[in-house]
């Protein structure tokens, strides 16, 4: 398979006179894909059942003539004012009950049955009609599942649909109640018609019922994709995709992922720093104009294993975005730089967002590869240049990494329902983790609770919140280091402490026996250096003392390669505690320097400059935004 680029097209923005030429250009770039379609449904049915495929076949035909591969997008994140008419409950309600209404876009409800059906026959009738066209040669379902904070609904049909979900799940109302502890505040039900949704109570609803809503509503998002792919897969036999976005994390996507071919995100490197990342004033400073120097990283591993190995950037930011509070340009480079990481971590493919900027509408601010009046803005000739640069080194593929982080998007889930300390975030943990081992210059494998461990020498379970007794036999018995905690294996499935106490960890007698969150500023100094701070653990049992806090009490304990962490370390302790293990493995590690940025693939070394200077490499010096490509040795 080979590497490819391509970009995302409106064509129903613009005169039908501007197609072929537009079509010109993108080829002449040297782009593969161009992905349509995704919001045009009132184009495509401005009023029920007056279908309008026309124009999509001749924008269709007009980019297959000019060689271009189409990737075809189900319009059902944009349901036209005429859906919303016929259906008014469809509009998801937010916390407080009120409809989140037209006018923009994913204005509905997972769990709106009459929206469903809509979608269900639009995708039919797309289906029906494009998929045999030998010019569209991959679908995408949807837009962005959850962007604008749209997983969650409190709408009566999600009511409905939870109660009915609840049945399934506990059988009887009996279960129900035992599994969430109801006779606490005597919140015990005698039917599944009495449970309502968990917003609106007086004070904090039932951790338990949160949780159970958090997996209802991630399980809804699994279900409406899986009713498009299920309709697709009777039409079509190319790829299936959905375009995931950055730290999103309300629904599983990992469910999702089992029902697509592919995974794609979407990157926007620089909105991404100012409005999702963590880091002080210097270090937003620092990457202002390039991004956090591990931010896509960690996403493009996480999406490797989303899509079981295969994935694509579906956006990539060709520009200065709209959305961010502040929106500088992208350095000279950079547009070249997001695209080569991305082919460094396995990517197939990577497509820019979007062609040409719109002059009108909420992305008027937008760049594309052209500015609203066509000429060539300054992403368009990063994008040649990959596509000159990746003619010669085609080959997909990334290395298989020795070590492994475990993301778990429940946990995710679990410590928002609950965090205990404000600032507890499970992607803040896991990822100062993967910062940590990339700026020791490691190649990380972001997987799945259920993937297989073998061949991994190091593997990290930062707060997973429950962890099934299979996954903890499994790290046990792992041939190498296995790095389980803060927080790991704390709650039960169902949300409540389980006893014996955490971690309880085959052939480990290591108890949590309390907790602490921090509140910024307050560290917990560790005896040898570095510090922990937002979380500590108070450490009892005979297990081996690996590290100990200032106090003389005990962080890190274990037996063999069996280790628990009872603290959440800063940078500085993450890098003690992860270079500590790999010298132990006999792993090479390096400290690179800032904004270096490292990426095998099985026949090279990829070596990004994230830094806004030059930086050196071994002998090798790389300009800001520089991209450096080196044989593999060994
Ligand atoms: C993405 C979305 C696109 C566009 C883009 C702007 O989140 O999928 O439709 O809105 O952001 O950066």
Known sequence: MTRTLGVCY???HWPEEVWPEDARRMAETGLTWVRIGEFA???LEPTEGDYRFDWL?????VLGAAGLKVILGTPTATPPRWVVTKHPDMLALDAEGRPR??????????SHRGYLAECRRIVTKLAERYGRNSHVAAWQTDNEYGCHDTTISYSDAARTAFR???????????????????????MEYASFDEIDLPNLTVTEANPAHVMAFRRFASDQVVAFNRAQTEILRRHTDAPLIHNYMGRVTEFDHFDVGQDLDIASWDSYPMGFLMDRVEGDAAHKAAYLRQGDPDFQAFHHDLYRAVGRGRWWIMEQQPGPVNWAPWNPAPLP??????????????AEAVCFFRWRQAPFAQEQMHAGLLRPDSVAAPGLGEAAQVAAEIADAPEVGTARAEVALIFDYPSAWAWQVQPQGADFDYVRLVFSAYRALRARGLSVDVIAPETPLDGYRLVLAPGMFAMPDGLKARLAALEGIALVGPRTASKTAEFSIPVPLPPALPGLDVTVARVESLPPGEERPVAGGGAVAHWVEHLEGSAEVGLCLATGEALVMGRGGLRYLGGWPTAALWDRILAGACAELGLATEVLPDGLRLRDTPSERFVFNYAAHPQTYRDHTLPPAGVLRLPRRG
């Open 164 to 186: 009915d979900w609840c049945a399934q799940r506990y059988q009887s109302p009996e279960a129900l109640n035992r599994a969430w502890g109801n006779v606490f505040w005597s």
């Open 41 to 43: 449904w009132s184009r």
């Open 101 to 110: 209404g037209f006018g923009s876009r994913r204005h509905y409800c997972f």
């Open 10 to 12: 409106y064509p129903e």
């Open 333 to 346: 480079g950079m547009v070249r730089l997001w695209a080569w990481e991305a082919f460094a971590h396995g």
């Open 57 to 61: 076949d001749r924008a269709i035909e």
